[in-house]
Protein backbone atom coordinates (compact mmCIF):
# COMPACT_ATOMS: atom_id res chain seq x y z
CA UNK A 1 0.00 0.00 0.00
CA UNK A 2 1.43 3.48 -0.98
CA UNK A 3 1.98 6.51 1.45
CA UNK A 4 -0.59 7.99 -0.12
CA UNK A 5 -3.30 6.05 0.09
CA UNK A 6 -2.25 5.25 4.01
CA UNK A 7 -2.35 8.69 4.23
CA UNK A 8 -6.02 9.46 2.88
CA UNK A 9 -6.89 6.05 4.70
CA UNK A 10 -5.59 7.39 8.03
CA UNK A 11 -7.32 10.71 7.52
CA UNK A 12 -10.94 9.31 6.28
CA UNK A 13 -10.52 7.23 9.55
CA UNK A 14 -10.21 10.01 11.70
CA UNK A 15 -13.31 12.02 10.14
CA UNK A 16 -15.50 9.63 10.32
CA UNK A 17 -14.68 7.90 13.85
CA UNK A 18 -14.32 11.57 15.30
CA UNK A 19 -17.47 12.39 13.93
CA UNK A 20 -19.28 9.81 15.91
CA UNK A 21 -17.40 10.25 19.40
CA UNK A 22 -19.51 13.47 20.61
CA UNK A 23 -22.92 11.42 20.30
CA UNK A 24 -20.86 8.41 22.31
CA UNK A 25 -19.49 10.68 24.81
CA UNK A 26 -22.95 11.93 25.26
CA UNK A 27 -24.64 9.06 25.48
CA UNK A 28 -22.11 7.33 28.17
CA UNK A 29 -22.56 10.51 30.20
CA UNK A 30 -26.75 9.69 30.70
CA UNK A 31 -25.04 6.94 33.28
CA UNK A 32 -21.35 7.98 34.19
CA UNK A 33 -19.40 11.23 35.46
CA UNK A 34 -17.56 13.01 33.45
CA UNK A 35 -13.97 12.37 35.04
CA UNK A 36 -14.97 8.80 35.56
CA UNK A 37 -15.81 8.08 31.99
CA UNK A 38 -13.24 9.82 30.15
CA UNK A 39 -10.43 8.12 32.83
CA UNK A 40 -12.09 4.88 32.00
CA UNK A 41 -11.43 5.15 28.16
CA UNK A 42 -8.15 6.26 28.38
CA UNK A 43 -7.28 3.61 30.86
CA UNK A 44 -8.41 0.86 28.48
CA UNK A 45 -6.84 2.40 25.35
CA UNK A 46 -3.74 2.41 27.35
CA UNK A 47 -4.02 -1.49 27.72
CA UNK A 48 -4.61 -1.99 24.15
CA UNK A 49 -2.14 -0.09 23.39
CA UNK A 50 0.71 -1.92 25.89
CA UNK A 51 -0.16 -5.01 23.78
CA UNK A 52 0.19 -3.46 20.68
CA UNK A 53 3.59 -1.97 21.62
CA UNK A 54 4.92 -5.76 23.28
CA UNK A 55 3.36 -7.53 20.40
CA UNK A 56 5.02 -5.11 17.80
CA UNK A 57 8.27 -5.25 20.06
CA UNK A 58 8.01 -1.10 19.79
CA UNK A 59 10.75 0.46 21.77
CA UNK A 60 9.70 3.24 24.44
CA UNK A 61 12.58 5.72 24.68
CA UNK A 62 12.57 7.09 28.29
CA UNK A 63 14.87 9.86 29.15
CA UNK A 64 14.54 13.46 30.93
CA UNK A 65 13.09 15.04 27.28
CA UNK A 66 10.69 12.30 26.40
CA UNK A 67 8.88 12.02 29.97
CA UNK A 68 8.92 15.73 30.10
CA UNK A 69 7.07 16.00 26.24
CA UNK A 70 4.89 13.08 27.64
CA UNK A 71 3.64 13.89 30.81
CA UNK A 72 2.62 17.41 29.13
CA UNK A 73 0.96 15.97 26.49
CA UNK A 74 -1.02 13.56 28.80
CA UNK A 75 -2.06 17.13 30.32
CA UNK A 76 -2.82 19.10 26.98
CA UNK A 77 -3.74 16.54 24.73
CA UNK A 78 -6.19 14.04 26.78
CA UNK A 79 -5.88 14.70 30.54
CA UNK A 80 -7.16 18.83 30.67
CA UNK A 81 -9.04 19.22 27.39
CA UNK A 82 -11.18 15.76 27.41
CA UNK A 83 -12.13 16.76 30.98
CA UNK A 84 -13.39 20.08 29.83
CA UNK A 85 -15.27 18.55 26.75
CA UNK A 86 -16.41 15.70 29.02
CA UNK A 87 -17.93 18.69 31.68
CA UNK A 88 -18.83 21.07 29.08
CA UNK A 89 -20.82 18.67 26.92
CA UNK A 90 -23.19 18.46 30.13
CA UNK A 91 -24.53 22.19 29.43
CA UNK A 92 -24.08 22.74 25.83
CA UNK A 93 -26.07 21.39 22.69
CA UNK A 94 -24.26 19.19 20.47
CA UNK A 95 -24.13 21.67 17.69
CA UNK A 96 -23.13 24.69 19.77
CA UNK A 97 -20.54 22.04 20.92
CA UNK A 98 -19.22 21.24 17.30
CA UNK A 99 -19.09 25.22 16.53
CA UNK A 100 -17.10 26.09 19.49
CA UNK A 101 -14.73 23.24 18.74
CA UNK A 102 -14.46 24.41 15.53
CA UNK A 103 -12.18 26.95 16.39
CA UNK A 104 -9.55 24.15 16.93
CA UNK A 105 -8.09 25.18 13.14
CA UNK A 106 -7.61 28.82 13.83
CA UNK A 107 -5.57 28.25 17.23
CA UNK A 108 -3.41 25.64 15.57
CA UNK A 109 -2.48 28.40 12.75
CA UNK A 110 -1.61 30.71 15.60
CA UNK A 111 0.62 28.48 17.75
CA UNK A 112 2.31 26.89 14.31
CA UNK A 113 3.15 30.90 13.45
CA UNK A 114 4.68 30.82 16.97
CA UNK A 115 6.00 27.17 17.11
CA UNK A 116 6.83 26.37 13.22
CA UNK A 117 8.75 28.46 11.54
CA UNK A 118 8.95 26.08 8.80
CA UNK A 119 5.12 25.82 7.90
CA UNK A 120 4.20 28.98 6.51
CA UNK A 121 0.90 30.07 7.35
CA UNK A 122 -0.38 30.74 3.71
CA UNK A 123 -3.39 33.27 2.46
CA UNK A 124 -4.79 29.87 1.04
CA UNK A 125 -4.60 27.87 4.63
CA UNK A 126 -6.15 31.43 6.07
CA UNK A 127 -8.97 31.64 3.70
CA UNK A 128 -9.11 27.83 3.72
CA UNK A 129 -10.11 27.67 7.54
CA UNK A 130 -12.51 30.80 7.42
CA UNK A 131 -14.45 28.75 5.43
CA UNK A 132 -14.43 25.74 6.99
CA UNK A 133 -15.74 27.21 9.84
CA UNK A 134 -18.13 29.34 7.97
CA UNK A 135 -19.45 25.95 6.43
CA UNK A 136 -19.86 24.63 10.43
CA UNK A 137 -22.25 27.81 11.67
CA UNK A 138 -23.89 27.26 8.47
CA UNK A 139 -25.20 23.30 8.93
CA UNK A 140 -26.03 24.14 12.38
CA UNK A 141 -27.05 27.49 12.62
CA UNK A 142 -30.79 26.29 13.45
CA UNK A 143 -29.28 24.76 16.76
CA UNK A 144 -27.37 27.73 18.25
CA UNK A 145 -28.82 28.65 21.32
CA UNK A 146 -26.90 30.84 23.25
CA UNK A 147 -28.34 30.88 26.54
CA UNK A 148 -27.46 33.08 29.58
CA UNK A 149 -27.00 30.48 32.40
CA UNK A 150 -24.29 30.18 33.95
CA UNK A 151 -23.44 26.29 33.39
CA UNK A 152 -24.02 26.88 30.13
CA UNK A 153 -21.40 29.65 29.98
CA UNK A 154 -18.75 28.38 31.35
CA UNK A 155 -19.74 24.91 29.17
CA UNK A 156 -19.12 27.06 26.21
CA UNK A 157 -15.76 28.58 27.54
CA UNK A 158 -14.88 24.48 28.30
CA UNK A 159 -15.23 23.48 25.23
CA UNK A 160 -13.44 26.46 23.16
CA UNK A 161 -10.88 26.20 26.28
CA UNK A 162 -10.51 22.41 25.20
CA UNK A 163 -9.38 23.63 21.76
CA UNK A 164 -6.87 26.00 22.25
CA UNK A 165 -5.15 23.39 24.64
CA UNK A 166 -5.28 21.04 22.44
CA UNK A 167 -4.03 22.70 18.82
CA UNK A 168 -1.04 23.82 22.01
CA UNK A 169 -0.29 19.88 22.04
CA UNK A 170 -0.93 18.98 18.27
CA UNK A 171 1.89 21.49 17.78
CA UNK A 172 4.04 20.88 20.36
CA UNK A 173 3.77 16.81 19.01
CA UNK A 174 4.57 18.07 15.30
CA UNK A 175 8.08 20.16 17.03
CA UNK A 176 9.37 17.70 19.33
CA UNK A 177 7.79 14.10 18.83
CA UNK A 178 9.02 12.91 15.07
CA UNK A 179 11.12 10.49 16.01
CA UNK A 180 8.56 8.79 18.94
CA UNK A 181 6.40 5.94 17.46
CA UNK A 182 3.14 7.18 17.31
CA UNK A 183 1.87 4.28 19.25
CA UNK A 184 4.40 4.96 22.28
CA UNK A 185 3.29 8.85 21.85
CA UNK A 186 -0.66 7.81 22.19
CA UNK A 187 0.18 5.00 24.89
CA UNK A 188 2.53 6.46 27.39
CA UNK A 189 0.57 9.94 27.54
CA UNK A 190 -3.11 8.30 27.44
CA UNK A 191 -1.73 5.58 30.37
CA UNK A 192 -1.08 8.89 32.84
CA UNK A 193 -4.50 10.27 31.90
CA UNK A 194 -6.33 7.62 32.42
CA UNK A 195 -4.35 7.57 35.90
CA UNK A 196 -4.72 11.48 36.01
CA UNK A 197 -8.84 11.51 35.57
CA UNK A 198 -9.87 8.41 37.10
CA UNK A 199 -8.76 9.13 40.60
CA UNK A 200 -10.15 12.91 39.88
CA UNK A 201 -13.28 11.34 38.87
CA UNK A 202 -12.91 9.00 42.35
CA UNK A 203 -11.99 11.70 44.66
CA UNK A 204 -14.06 14.88 43.16
CA UNK A 205 -17.45 13.32 41.51
CA UNK A 206 -20.70 12.33 43.18
CA UNK A 207 -20.45 8.52 42.19
CA UNK A 208 -23.95 7.63 43.70
CA UNK A 209 -25.97 7.54 40.91
CA UNK A 210 -23.50 5.86 38.60
CA UNK A 211 -24.32 2.92 36.96
CA UNK A 212 -22.29 0.82 34.25
CA UNK A 213 -25.27 -0.16 32.26
CA UNK A 214 -24.58 -1.53 28.94
CA UNK A 215 -24.72 1.36 27.03
CA UNK A 216 -22.29 3.01 29.09
CA UNK A 217 -19.67 0.02 28.59
CA UNK A 218 -20.28 0.28 25.07
CA UNK A 219 -19.24 4.00 25.44
CA UNK A 220 -16.20 3.22 27.37
CA UNK A 221 -15.52 0.50 24.64
CA UNK A 222 -16.12 2.31 21.46
CA UNK A 223 -14.37 5.42 22.81
CA UNK A 224 -11.12 3.74 24.06
CA UNK A 225 -11.02 0.83 20.51
CA UNK A 226 -11.95 3.52 18.16
CA UNK A 227 -11.97 6.92 19.45
CA UNK A 228 -8.83 6.27 21.14
CA UNK A 229 -6.89 4.01 20.01
CA UNK A 230 -7.15 4.20 16.01
CA UNK A 231 -8.25 7.77 15.61
CA UNK A 232 -4.93 8.96 17.47
CA UNK A 233 -2.39 6.54 16.58
CA UNK A 234 -3.45 7.63 12.78
CA UNK A 235 -3.46 11.46 14.00
CA UNK A 236 0.03 11.10 15.31
CA UNK A 237 1.24 9.15 12.35
CA UNK A 238 -0.32 11.75 10.30
CA UNK A 239 1.00 14.66 11.72
CA UNK A 240 4.78 13.42 10.31
CA UNK A 241 3.57 13.45 6.94
CA UNK A 242 0.90 16.56 6.60
CA UNK A 243 1.40 19.99 7.99
CA UNK A 244 -0.42 20.41 11.29
CA UNK A 245 -2.72 23.27 10.18
CA UNK A 246 -3.86 20.80 6.99
CA UNK A 247 -4.59 18.06 9.63
CA UNK A 248 -6.74 20.42 12.36
CA UNK A 249 -8.95 20.45 9.08
CA UNK A 250 -10.46 16.97 10.50
CA UNK A 251 -12.06 19.57 12.74
CA UNK A 252 -14.76 20.65 10.43
CA UNK A 253 -15.19 17.25 8.88
CA UNK A 254 -16.68 15.49 12.00
CA UNK A 255 -19.39 17.70 12.99
CA UNK A 256 -20.75 16.92 9.29
CA UNK A 257 -19.81 13.47 9.74
CA UNK A 258 -22.29 13.59 12.93
CA UNK A 259 -24.79 14.92 11.10
CA UNK A 260 -24.71 12.59 8.20
CA UNK A 261 -24.96 9.63 11.26
CA UNK A 262 -27.78 11.32 12.73
CA UNK A 263 -29.79 11.07 9.12
CA UNK A 264 -28.46 7.45 8.51
CA UNK A 265 -29.02 6.06 11.92
CA UNK A 266 -31.40 8.16 13.93
CA UNK A 267 -33.32 9.02 11.05
CA UNK A 268 -33.04 12.64 10.97
CA UNK A 269 -34.11 15.10 8.40
CA UNK A 270 -31.70 16.57 5.54
CA UNK A 271 -31.93 20.38 5.49
CA UNK A 272 -30.27 22.49 2.74
CA UNK A 273 -28.06 24.05 5.69
CA UNK A 274 -25.93 20.37 5.56
CA UNK A 275 -25.72 20.75 1.83
CA UNK A 276 -24.53 24.29 2.14
CA UNK A 277 -22.05 24.12 4.80
CA UNK A 278 -20.85 21.14 3.11
CA UNK A 279 -20.28 22.68 0.23
CA UNK A 280 -18.32 25.56 1.90
CA UNK A 281 -16.36 22.67 4.12
CA UNK A 282 -15.31 21.03 1.17
CA UNK A 283 -14.28 24.05 -0.67
CA UNK A 284 -12.09 25.27 1.94
CA UNK A 285 -10.32 22.31 2.62
CA UNK A 286 -9.39 21.91 -1.19
CA UNK A 287 -8.66 25.89 -1.17
CA UNK A 288 -6.43 25.39 1.97
CA UNK A 289 -4.66 22.55 0.38
CA UNK A 290 -4.41 24.30 -3.17
CA UNK A 291 -0.58 23.81 -3.70
CA UNK A 292 -1.14 20.27 -2.98
CA UNK A 293 -3.90 19.84 -5.35
CA UNK A 294 -1.76 21.78 -7.95
CA UNK A 295 0.93 19.54 -7.65
CA UNK A 296 -0.79 16.42 -7.39
CA UNK A 297 -3.07 17.59 -10.78
CA UNK A 298 0.71 18.74 -12.46
CA UNK A 299 2.24 15.23 -11.83
CA UNK A 300 -0.94 13.12 -12.88
CA UNK A 301 -1.00 14.77 -16.31
CA UNK A 302 2.62 14.93 -16.56
CA UNK A 303 2.59 11.06 -16.27
CA UNK A 304 0.37 10.95 -19.06
CA UNK A 305 2.17 12.70 -21.86
Known sequence: MSE?????????????????????????LETLTPLLSAGLRFAVAAIILFGI???????????????KLFFIVSLTSFSIPFALVYWGEQHVSSGLTSILFA??????????VLMLPNEKLTVAKIAGIVLGFS????????DIQFGTERDQILGM???????????????????????????VVSFVPMTFAGIFLTIGGIAAEDLTHVQFT???????????????????????WLLKRVEVVLLSLTSFVTPI?????????????????????????LTGILVANSTDVRIFLRNRFSSKE
Open 214 to 236: STAIFSILFLAVFGSVTTFVSYF
Open 103 to 112: VFPFCVAIMS
Open 157 to 183: TAIVLSAFIQAFSAVLIKKHGHDLSPF
Open 257 to 281: IAVILGVIILHESVSSQLFVGSSLV
Open 53 to 67: IKIRKIEIPWNSATA
Open 4 to 28: RLKSILAYIAICTIWGSTWLVIKVG
Open 135 to 142: GIVVIFSN
